[in-house]
């Protein structure tokens, strides 16, 4: 009997994960469209591609400094493996901008290229933890978590985009993705209490990363072989028509979604095909000049509209809650890469005082927030602050980079109104409620996690930053 179970067992495993036949008309049908010689349409694609692509590309350079870049301090060791992190962000912490300084990471990067992967969550009770799932387009595609999933226990079953078949026996859930690179983004709530960085590591060690066949004990499947080998990143292919190559080789990783048949094809016509080498040399002189100017207007453009935001609720979210806004998914890698979606945690960043001036270390601010008027959340929220034009985490001398609503000795006015005072140096007798700000330019977000309806709803305002005279 236990041989038939086995069996029984194992035959569902493999048609569990057995993939689909990897037909793909549409890339045929991009790779015959030739190149086109109107150096106008060759610029106007090239802006429209390279908004598209660029948050791959930032996705990509995150990927490959945790997954790929044996040299990098916070290498993890590969693709599926967690890179636990069981201390605060400092600005010692450079592989992404804005980074979280409230919730310790757990990092991965997944390859679902050969077969999928099951993450494994135990049971947590009484703290804020999330697992933010993010396809290489960036799209927010699923969470596990407090909110989305609960306290209890579970397996996931992450599957790529070419995966086929039922959820598996000692499964809970099958989360597919688009792409078969994934970025697996955990956050477990520190709480600001001494000694509490110690639950949230033992808490990070039991979350497990395990490929298919080793969770269920069969055969290693073959690995997928691609036309291009992962490409070193270099922040200057974004700068130049060799964004096209990074693009090229990117989307090999992901599937092509029915809502972007048309568009891929357009891109064709720059030479933008998943596998393609990119050669200057089957471009006029004309139509690769007009795709470098176009390059540098859409790149100074996402940099001006970047440098505009004061609320990022809306850049991050699945691909149904962007709805084709690749502009606004640009913005969201370009000023926050990996923000979480709005149900999760909302965002309000501040670059400007209430007299709309641009906010510098050479004066002090306060906010004031009225009795009872402080950020409305579900788990808890914070103000992080960061020195621009890095958008790093500031150096300062007590090692506080962010304050809120957890942390220890925060004190209230008497009439209840919490002040928080923002300013290169100690505010006397008010060191409590200081986040110290940089010498030059800088803003901050606010973060609250799981925003009650009057903020999803903008019923609630944050108060804006006064300058102290």
């Known amino acids: 009997m236990k041989k038939i179970l086995f069996i029984t067992f194992v035959f569902i495993a493999i048609f569990s994960c057995k993939k689909k036949e990897n037909v793909s008309p549409e890339k045929e049908a991009a790779t015959n469209i030739s190149i086109t010689k109107s150096a106008d349409s060759a610029k106007a694609i090239a802006k429209e591609a390279w908004t598209y692509i660029f948050p791959l590309a930032m996705n990509y350079r995150t990927m490959h400094l945790y997954a790929l870049d044996k040299t990098y301090p916070d290498y993890a060791g590969g693709f599926n493996k967690f890179k636990h992190y069981d201390k605060i962000f400092t600005p010692k912490d450079t592989a992404v901008v804005t980074p979280n300084n409230d919730t310790p990471y757990s990092w991965a990067v997944l390859n679902l290229s050969d077969e999928p992967v099951v993450l494994e969550v135990p049971e947590i009770l009484n703290r804020y933890y999330s697992f933010q799932f993010v396809d290489l387009y960036t799209f927010n595609f699923a969470y596990v978590g407090s909110r989305e ?271 928080i005072y923002i300013q290169n140096e100690v505010p006397k007798g008010k060191e409590s409620n200081w986040l110290p700000a940089p010498k030059n330019a800088f803003y901050y977000l606010i973060r609250i996690y799981g925003p009650n309806e009057s903020i999803l709803n903008g019923i609630w305002k944050a108060p804006q930053p006064e300058l102290v005279k």
């Open 149 to 419: 999933t609960g306290d209890k226990a579970g397996k996931y079953l992450i599957a790529g985009p070419d995966w086929k078949g039922e959820k598996p026996s000692g499964i809970d859930k099958v989360i597919q993705s688009e792409t078969n690179l994934v970025t697996l983004l955990g956050r477990t709530e520190l709480k600001m209490t001494a000694g509490d960085i110690e639950n949230v590591k033992k808490i990070q060690t039991q979350y497990k990363l395990t490929t298919w066949h080793e969770f269920s004990k069969t055969t290693a499947p073959a690995q997928k072989k691609y036309a291009l080998p992962f490409p070193a990143f270099k922040q200057t292919d974004l700068a130049s028509a060799s964004f096209i190559g990074l693009g090229n080789n990117l989307l090999q990783y992901t599937s092509i979604n029915n809502v972007e048949t048309d568009l891929r094809a357009k891109f064709a016509k720059i030479g933008i095909v998943p596998g393609k080498e990119f050669d200057e040399k089957n471009y006029s002189p004309e139509v690769l000049k007009a795709i470098n100017e176009g390059v540098l207007e859409v790149g100074k453009e996402l940099e001006d509209g970047a440098n505009k935001l004061t609320n990022a609720t809306d850049l991050f979210g699945t691909r149904e809650e962007l709805n084709g806004d690749f502009t606004k998914r640009a913005l969201g890698a370009a000023a926050g890469l990996y923000g979480n979606t709005k149900q999760e945690a909302i965002y309000i960043g501040t670059r400007t005082d209430k007299d709309n001036n641009i906010l510098s270390g050479k004066n002090k601010y306060v906010i004031r927030f009225p009795k009872g008027q402080t950020p409305p959340a579900k788990y808890f929220w914070s103000i992080t602050l960061y020195e621009l034009p890095s958008r790093y985490l500031v150096n300062n001398p007590i090692n506080r980079y962010s304050i809120g609503d957890r942390t220890t000795g925060l004190k209230y006015e008497t009439n209840g109104d919490l002040i």
